[in-house]
Structures are given as structure tokens and as C-alpha cells.
T-cell receptor, first 112, second 113 residues
Framework: EDQVTQSPEALRLQEGESSSLNCSYT??????LFWYRQDPGKGPEFLFT???AGEEKEKERLKATLTKKESFLHITAPKPEDSATYLC?????????????FGKGTKLSVKP | EAGVAQSPRYKIIEKRQSVAFWCNPI?????LYWYQQILGQGPKLLIQ????????DSQLPKDRFSAERLKGVDSTLKIQPAKLEDSAVYLC???????????FGPGTRLLVL
């Protein structure tokens, strides 16, 4: 069964304190791994898609990396506005393709 | 470019009542998805449409949930009758095609009392 596990569940950082969020997955043929950001009361906002092990993508203070079993979202010198829940999801080649399987998310709080 | 639109944004109903949610996807997006997100969980797919046809509804509780996408654009998700455990955020997403990035709407927050 395809599964996504995110850790930690919650992370509290001081402004400027860099850290990483983890997403471990088991999937029968990875088509893509997706990172989304979700603010309270809003829908998930797309950040990155990673397709193969070794791939990296960056956007402002965020950098996503992918291995064969997990992905990391690195946050460098975070600011309070980076506070949100970060969701990881995978899509496989089987079944209905486009379906995303989500983890429970990591709630990030950045204090000034 | 306009994003995915959903309405209403909030809904409170009594158990055993019915409710309907509406979604308008990004223009030109052929694939439309409905997800259910329970508090503290990630979104879970309910149904996927490709144009106006159902691709996957394996996780849709068909005894009470129904969805349609007439004319391959807007979609409606209905719950009848609602149960307490249906309290959740219902998210609509769309993508250019089945293998493309999904973009989400703001969601409809449903509370069943």
C-alpha cells in the first residue's frame, strides 16, 4: 500500500534558525513527489515537484531534495511568514495516475 | 490567471440534512478532483474527473456522496444525508491533464451538528 509519513508533526523555530522537514514514502513506482504549503483556512499552495532521486529544486528560502525513499524540505534562515503547514504527496504510475497520496503534514512555526 | 473557485466557503448543517458544494476549475484544465481533509490530516481523494467522465471514485462513499461534472467544466459534490463524521474541509483541485500538477481551491468548511 502506498504511504507517506512526514516528520516532525510540528516544528518551532526562531527566525533565522535553519532546519529540515522529512517526508518518507513507500510507493509502487514513483511518478512524482509534490510539496505544498497550506496556510490556516486556505487550500494547499503548490511549491515543488520532484521526479527522480538526486533531483533538487529551490524557491527563495526553500530547497527540496529527493532520494529513493524520502524527500527533505530544507528551510534556510526562515522568517515568520514561512509559518504554515507543509504537505508532502506522492503520485504513482498505477491505477488512476493523477491521484495524490498525502502525508499528515508538518506544522512549522517561526517566531521573530 | 484566475485560480480554482469554490462555494460556499463555510456551511453548517444538522446531521441527516443534505448539502452541495460547487467548484469552478482553472480555465482549460481537463482534470478535476475532489478531496476531503479532516482536521489534522492530509487531503484524501474522493473522486477524479477527466473532462466530464469519472476516472476514479473508489474512495467515494457512494451511499451518501455523489458528484457530477456536466459539460466538463464546473462540478458539484453532494452529501445526502450528512453524518457527524463528514465534518471536514472539502477541497477542489484541477490540472491540465491527469499527470500534471494539481492546483487547489480555498475549500469549503463543513460542520455537521
Amino acid at each position: 500500500e502506498d504511504q507517506v509519513t512526514q516528520s516532525p508533526e510540528a516544528l518551532r523555530l526562531q527566525e533565522g534558525e535553519s532546519s529540515s522537514l522529512n517526508c518518507s514514502y513507500t510507493v509502487s513506482g514513483l511518478r512524482g513527489l509534490f510539496w505544498y504549503r497550506q496556510d490556516p483556512g486556505k487550500g494547499p499552495e503548490f511549491l515543488f515537484t520532484l521526479y527522480s532521486a538526486g533531483e533538487e529544486k529551490e524557491k527563495e528560502r526553500l530547497k527540496a531534495t529527493l532520494t529513493k525513499k524520502e524527500s527533505f524540505l530544507h528551510i534556510t534562515a526562515p522568517k515568520p511568514e514561512d509559518s504554515a503547514t507543509y504537505l508532502c504527496a506522492v503520485a504513482n504510475y498505477g491505477g488512476s495516475q493523477g491521484n495524490l497520496i498525502f502525508g499528515k503534514g508538518t506544522k512549522l512555526s517561526v517566531k521573530p | 490567471e484566475a485560480g480554482v473557485a469554490q462555494s460556499p466557503r463555510y456551511k453548517i448543517i444538522e446531521k441527516r440534512q443534505s448539502v452541495a458544494f460547487w467548484c469552478n476549475p482553472i480555465s482549460g484544465h481537463a482534470t478535476l478532483y475532489w478531496y476531503q481533509q479532516i482536521l489534522g490530516q492530509g487531503p484524501k481523494l474522493l473522486i477524479q474527473f477527466q473532462n466530464n467522465g469519472v476516472v476514479d471514485d473508489s474512495q467515494l462513499p457512494k451511499d451518501r456522496f455523489s458528484a457530477e461534472r456536466l459539460k466538463g467544466v464546473d462540478s458539484t459534490l453532494k452529501i445526502q444525508p450528512a453524518k457527524l463524521e463528514d465534518s471536514a474541509v472539502y477541497l477542489c483541485a484541477s490540472s491540465l491533464s491527469r499527470a500534471e500538477t494539481q492546483y487547489f481551491g480555498p475549500g469549503t468548511r463543513l460542520l455537521v451538528l
